[in-house]
């Protein structure tokens, strides 16, 4: 499938304001991978099929996290959560994605990880920062994009606990966890 195809395909899977945050972490992604030396190509195609899955039933997402063996704490969390390992599964599967990097971008831009690649770092960053974004802190976010990958990320899973905290609700580990290896 080349580019222009699953550009398509991607965007026939979302409403039009989901396809325009979509373009904004393609363009961030871009941008961000330029900067920290990173393959542009690579990071366009994990930001490309991010949100693959998010707009899904979550029945269907439960029943493959459920069938396809993916982490099956997942369901104990919140479904937002779950649209990113789904999605890396439908990259591989139904997009023929096989770059484990890329497919790793997907699985963990929302929740992170410790460990995390300079390809997840960017895709996740591009994620929280596109244009389109627009919650307190974002400015801090993008200023520190400019100079420090890692404290940017830091600056946006502050900004995803904090929020998390105010809603009360749970957080997920792989978040806490990849805040504190990137403080280490």
Sequence with gaps: MNREEMIAKVKAEMPERRWLHTQGVMETAVILANRYGEDPVRA????????VA???PTEKMAQIIRERALPPELLLYDKELWHAPV????????YGVSDQEVLDAIRYHTSGRRGMSKLEKIVCLADYMEPGRDFPG??????LSEQD???ALVAGFNS????????????FPLTVEARNGLLE
């Design 44 to 51: 366009e195609l994990a930001a490309i099929l991010h949100d």
């Design 54 to 56: 998010k707009y899904w």
């Design 87 to 94: 999605g890396a599964w439908v990259a591989e599967h139904e």
């Design 138 to 143: 974002v400015s801090l976010i993008r200023e």
């Design 149 to 151: 990958l890692n404290q």
């Design 160 to 171: 995803t606990i904090s929020f998390l905290l105010e809603k009360k609700k749970r957080i």
